[in-house]
C-alpha cells in the first residue's frame, strides 16, 4: 500500500534570482562567442545555457488546498504540500491533486426499502481528499471510485430502515434522518478508506416512494393521520367529561345515578367527538317516562 510522504522543495523564488541572471548571461555568451568564431566557448556557453533551461523547467507552482504529487520514470516520491513557487528536480512529473472540501450529489436511485417497498432516494456526500498518494495509485480512479461506492451504500441502507415506521421505536428513513445520515457516512467511509478520502458529511437529499406505489402510501398516511386525529379527539373528550362529572359531584350540583351518568357520558361524547355543529335538544320530561 503507498502511502503519502511529505517532501521538501527548495523555494522557486530563490532558484528564479540564481538561474534567471545565469541564463540570460549565457545567451549573451552564446551570442558573443558565434560572432567571435569562439567554437570552444560556444559549445560551452551553449551547453551551459541549455542546462539552465532544463533547470528552469523543475518550477511550478502550488496553489491553497492543492497539492503536488511528484514522480520519476513511475516512482512515487512524495507529496509538496507548500504554497507558492517551489522547485525541484525538473525531470519529476508533478501532477496536482485538490484538496479542497467537495460535494457531490449520488442519482436518484430506485430501491427497495427494509419491508421491500420501491422507493426512490439520493444522498448528497461532502468529502475531501486526505491522502494523495493513496488517492492516485490505490484505486484507478478516485472521483469515479466515490461515486460508485456512495451510490453502493445509498442502496444497503435502504435495505435496511423501511420509508415508515409501523411499529414502536423502529427507525425509518423518513423519521430518523439525523441517525440515518450517521450510519450513510459511516458505511460510505468505510468503503472509501482505501482511496485517501475522507467523508466529512452526508445527507439523504431525496426521498419518495416510487410513482406506481405513492397513490397508495399517499392514502395509507392519510388514513393513518386521521385515525390519529380521532385518537386524540377521542383521548380529550374523555377527560373533559371524566372532568364534568367529577365538578358536578364534588360541588354536589346536581346528583345522577347511573343511568343519568351514561346518558350524560353519551351526549357529551357525541358533541366533543362530532365534526358538525350539534344541535341542542331540551328535555321537558322525566328521563323515565
Keep these: ?41 560556444l559549445i560551452g556557453s551553449a551547453v551551459l545555457l541549455v542546462t539552465c533551461i532544463v533547470l528552469l523547467i523543475g518550477l511550478f507552482t502550488v496553489q491553497p488546498g492543492q497539492a503536488r504529487v511528484l514522480q520519476l520514470f513511475g516512482d512515487y516520491k512524495g507529496t509538496v504540500r507548500d504554497e507558492g513557487l517551489r522547485w525541484a528536480n525538473p525531470f519529476f512529473t508533478k501532477q ?35 491522502d494523495t498518494a493513496e488517492a492516485l495509485f490505490e484505486v484507478d480512479n478516485y472521483e469515479d471510485y466515490l461515486r460508485v461506492q456512495s451510490e453502493s451504500a445509498v442502496r444497503g441502507l435502504a435495505n435496511q430502515y423501511p420509508y415508515d415506521a409501523h411499529e414502536e421505536g423502529q427507525m425509518s428513513l423518513s423519521v430518523n434522518t439525523q441517525d440515518v445520515a450517521d450510519k450513510l457516512k459511516s458505511e460510505i467511509q468505510d468503503r472509501l478508506a482505501k482511496a485517501g478520502v475522507r467523508v466529512l458529511e452526508s445527507r439523504i437529499s431525496h426521498l419518495a416512494y416510487a410513482p406506481e406505489i405513492a397513490g397508495v402510501m399517499l392514502r395509507r398516511q392519510q388514513a393513518s393521520a386521521v385515525i390519529a386525529a380521532r385518537q386524540k379527539i377521542v383521548d380529550g373528550a374523555v377527560g373533559m367529561v371524566e372532568s364534568a362529572l367529577e365538578q358536578l359531584s364534588s360541588k354536589r350540583i346536581v346528583q345522577l345515578d347511573e343511568e343519568r351518568k351514561a346518558t350524560m357520558v353519551s351526549n357529551l361524547l357525541v358533541v366533543l367527538c362530532s365534526e358538525q355543529a350539534t344541535q341542542p335538544v331540551v328535555n321537558a320530561g322525566s328521563l323515565y317516562q
Design 1 to 41: 500500500m503507498v502511502r503519502e510522504r511529505l517532501r521538501s522543495t527548495i523555494s522557486g523564488l530563490v532558484m528564479l534570482a540564481l538561474l534567471l541572471p545565469l541564463t540570460l548571461v549565457l545567451f549573451v555568451s552564446v551570442v558573443r562567442a558565434g560572432a567571435a568564431g569562439d567554437i570552444g566557448r
Design 96 to 130: 496536482t491533486v485538490s484538496l479542497r472540501v467537495r460535494n457531490f450529489e449520488t442519482a436518484k436511485l430506485k430501491v427497495n426499502d427494509h419491508n421491500s417497498n420501491p422507493i426512490e432516494i439520493a444522498a448528497v456526500v461532502v468529502w475531501q481528499v486526505t
